[in-house]
Antibody
C-alpha cells in the first residue's frame, strides 16, 4: 500500500517553530511533485505549499509565504515543512500529499497546535 | 483568487438513493476540477479528476460532470460507506494554488 507517513507535529507557542516530515514510498517520491495541505479543527481543506519533483521550484499560499519552507530529500525519500513564526491560526492537521494539482496519495496527517 | 462554492452544505439521502452534489467556481477552471471524499479522522481520498475521470479503484457509482464554472458529483445507489464529507478542488491556476470548496456533508436520511 502507498503509505505516506507524517511526523513532527505537536504543541508550540505562538512565534515558535516546528519542522514536519513525511516519509514517502520511493515510487511516489521519484515521480511526483509533493504538497502540504492542512485542515483546521472542524474546518475544510487548505493547500499550503508544494515542491516540484526536482526540488528546484517551490510554491506557497499567501497565508504562509515567508514563514514556511518546503523541501525534499531524495536520499531519504522525505518531504519537509519548516514552519517559523507560527500563529494560532496555523493550528491544524497537516497532510502531505502527492502532486501539484490534484492528489491521489495522502498521509494520515500530523496535528500542529499553536497555543500559549 | 478563485472561490469554490459547494452546495448544499448538508445533504440527507437514504441508502440506495442518489446524491447530487454541486460545485461552482467564481471563474472558469476549464475541467481542472477534482472531487475528494473524507471520513472522520481520515485523509481525503481522490474520487474524480479532470472533472469526470474516476481515480484508480473508485466505483462506477461515482461520476463527475461539468466544465468552466459548474460541476456536479453524482453518487448513485448510495452505500453505507459513502456517507462522508465531499470536497471539490480547482487546480487550474499557475503558479499552483489549488483551492478547495468548503465541503458538502452527505448524511444518512
Amino acid at each position: 500500500e502507498e503509505q505516506l507517513l507524517e511526523s513532527g507535529g505537536g504543541l508550540v507557542q505562538p512565534g515558535g517553530s516546528l519542522r514536519l516530515s513525511c516519509v514517502v514510498p520511493e515510487f511516489v517520491f521519484s515521480s511526483y511533485a509533493m504538497s502540504w495541505v492542512r485542515q483546521a479543527p472542524g474546518k475544510g481543506l487548505e493547500w499550503v505549499s508544494a515542491i516540484n519533483v526536482g526540488g528546484s521550484r517551490t510554491y506557497y499560499s499567501d497565508s504562509v509565504e515567508g514563514r514556511f519552507t518546503i523541501s525534499r530529500d531524495t536520499s531519504e525519500n522525505t518531504l519537509y515543512l519548516q514552519m517559523n513564526s507560527l500563529r494560532v491560526e496555523d493550528t491544524a492537521v497537516y497532510f502531505c500529499a502527492s502532486g501539484l494539482s490534484y492528489s491521489n496519495y495522502w498521509g494520515q496527517g500530523t496535528l500542529v497546535t499553536v497555543s500559549s | 483568487e478563485i472561490v469554490m462554492t459547494q452546495s448544499p452544505a448538508t445533504l440527507s439521502v437514504s441508502p440506495g438513493g442518489r446524491a447530487t452534489l454541486s460545485c461552482r467556481a467564481s471563474q472558469s477552471v476549464n475541467t481542472n476540477l477534482a472531487w475528494y471524499q473524507q471520513k472522520p479522522g481520515q485523509a481525503p481520498r481522490l474520487l474524480i479528476y479532470g472533472a469526470s475521470t474516476r481515480a484508480t479503484g473508485i466505483p462506477a457509482r461515482f461520476s463527475g460532470s461539468g466544465s468552466e464554472t459548474e460541476f456536479t458529483l453524482t453518487i448513485s445507489s448510495l452505500q453505507s460507506e459513502d456517507f462522508a464529507i465531499y470536497y471539490c478542488q480547482q487546480y487550474n491556476t499557475w503558479p499552483p494554488n489549488p483551492i478547495f470548496g468548503q465541503g458538502t456533508k452527505l448524511d444518512i436520511k
